[in-house]
């Protein structure tokens, strides 16, 4: 009987993200949204139509954790800083944006291979440069 409640909630907690997804790229495009939550929103719906992950599904647990903890805290941060009529009419006018399913361009994974060569970068720097 928990496992139901737990899939129900992670159910919920899913389709609100696909509502807050597309809302998010709407209001990105919105000259009403301050730069913060413009480049916020713009990691946000990036992570989220990327083909690939900051970390790999494949990796055991942790492969899934990014999806189930980074994305909706990045969303929860995002949503804050955007101004609450800019956020209703953008949730508004996306209600229907992806109803065939999100678009996935391999120009969404950018923001995430960047991650992974900075990453790479400092740790061959610090196992091979540091004094």
């Known amino acids: 009987m928990r496992k139901d409640t737990i899939r129900v909630k992670l159910k919920k907690a899913a ?30 719906v990036a992570y989220a139509l990327s083909p690939i992950d900051l970390i790999p599904d494949f990796i055991p647990i942790i492969g899934y954790l ?13 949503v804050r800083f955007i101004p609450r009529e800019v956020y209703a009419e953008a949730l508004e006018t996306s209600a229907d944006l992806w109803e065939n399913g999100k678009p996935k361009k391999w120009y969404y994974t950018l923001p995430i291979i960047i991650v992974w060569v900075i990453v790479i970068y400092v740790a061959v720097k610090a196992v091979f440069f540091c004094d």
């Open 15 to 44: 389709a609100k993200l696909n509502r807050e997804i597309p809302a998010l790229y709407m209001a990105l495009k919105d000259n009403r949204t301050p730069l913060t939550a413009k480049l916020l929103a713009f990691f946000a």
């Open 66 to 78: 990014d999806d189930l903890l980074l994305l909706p805290m990045l969303v929860g941060l995002t």
